[in-house]
């Protein structure tokens, strides 16, 4: 589906305000749930699981989080996550984060998550499972809030892992919509992960991947044309080739941007750098998403206004990459032009 046109709303010149922001019908196609795992239930959780943390209090906690690129992010990300143990604290990392979504207008969700994370500390997959879905369901139930699960590999293992992890999953495929690819972006390119893609697309399963992130601009074509996948996660650095920017536009081809998290991972010094903005003005399917909130100091809503406050977002614009959020999700197309309504009857009423 090509980008709508929001030119002719009300005010949609002016600057989009929180109030404004928070009204729009959003979804978010980039979150890793182990990234929304705040300092307080990370303390709950270490409590009832007996578990010692390097953390003393919430501030230092919060001192801990200063990072300099996306491996020093990592590496604290991962030791964070051994809180989490059973289906439980599963259910409430995905509930909490439901929760401050449905506060923020965020209507459908395709969270993240990383099983190798839990698989690799003894969790068996069926508990990670199991809590996630659970959640999710209970989210559509009683917040409204529709959903589709991805399932990440971590690049810095090998190929022969993600493929174990498939594995695994097969008992769980009809929990999941899709397959994606995270963790050090770096000499991990997407063609290191080709056949276990291959194998995933061949259960029935969408693919994305994180690239252009702190990689090169080739790892965004080669996650198009060797992993075949409907989203690009980040895809920031392709804002490095003018001919990469046209044949996204060209394709539709839909970038998950994560505007906090770059700016905290130093691929952007400030968020008044940030190319959003222009690579939706060249015509891109560009998406806002908070990646990991707990981390990087703020969920969706925030990551919105950020762009408002240094960027000068306009009511259309902002209009613009939300629906982009709903057209770009894997939900079905009669849900989709629902939604869209729901988003049009939003903007006449304001
Ligand atoms: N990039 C790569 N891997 C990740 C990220 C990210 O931003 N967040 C969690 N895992
Ligand atoms: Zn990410």
């Not at 980008?3 to 196609?29: G, T, Y």
């Not at 498939?166 to 056949?195: C, R």
């Not at 029935?204 to 044309?225: C, F, N, R, S």
């Not at 902002?318 to 057209?327: D, G, H, R, Y």
């Amino acid at each position: 589906m090509p980008a709508l046109d929001f030119s002719d709303i009300k005010h949609a010149n002016h600057v989009a305000d929180e109030d404004f922001l928070r009204a729009l019908p959003k979804a978010e196609l980039h979150l890793h749930l182990e990234g929304s795992l705040e300092p307080e239930l990370m303390f709950e959780l270490a409590k009832r699981n007996n578990i010692t943390l390097p953390f003393q209090t919430i501030e230092e906690v919060k001192a801990a989080y200063n990072f300099s690129n996306l491996q020093t992010f990592l590496d604290i990300y991962y030791q964070c996550a051994d809180v989490l143990r059973t289906e439980q604290d599963f259910y409430d990392l995905t509930w909490a984060y439901l929760e401050t979504s449905h506060e923020e207008g965020v209507i459908h969700v395709e969270p993240f998550f990383d099983p190798q994370t839990h698989t690799d500390r003894g969790i068996d997959i069926g508990v990670v499972f199991n809590g996630i879905t659970r959640a999710l369901k209970d989210g559509d139930e009683k917040l409204g809030i529709s959903y589709g699960l991805i399932l990440c590999f971590l690049r810095h293992l090998p190929e022969e892992a993600a493929f174990a992890t498939l594995e695994q999953a097969k008992p769980y495929l009809d929990h999941i919509v899709g397959v994606g690819l995270d963790s050090s972006e770096v000499g991990h390119p997407p063609e290191k992960f080709k056949n276990v893609f291959k194998a995933a697309l061949g259960l029935g399963l969408k693919t994305v991947a994180h690239a252009g992130e702190e990689g090169p601009a080739q790892y965004i074509i080669d996650a198009m044309d060797m992993l075949s996948v409907s989203r690009v996660d980040h895809g920031v650095r392709c804002t490095e080739s003018e001919a990469l920017i046209q044949r996204l536009a060209n394709e539709d081809m839909p970038l998950t941007v994560c505007p906090q998290s770059n700016v905290r991972l130093k691929v952007y010094e400030h968020m008044s750098e940030h190319p959003i903005l222009e690579l939706l003005e060249k015509g891109v399917m560009v998406t806002v998403n908070a990646d990991d909130p707990s981390f990087f100091g703020g969920y969706l809503l925030k990551n919105y206004t950020e762009l408002s406050e240094h960027l000068g977002m306009t009511r259309s614009q902002a209009a613009s990459l939300a629906a982009n959020s709903l057209l770009a999700s894997f939900i079905s197309d009669e849900t989709k032009q629902e939604y869209i309504e729901e988003l049009e009857d939003m903007l006449a009423k304001w």
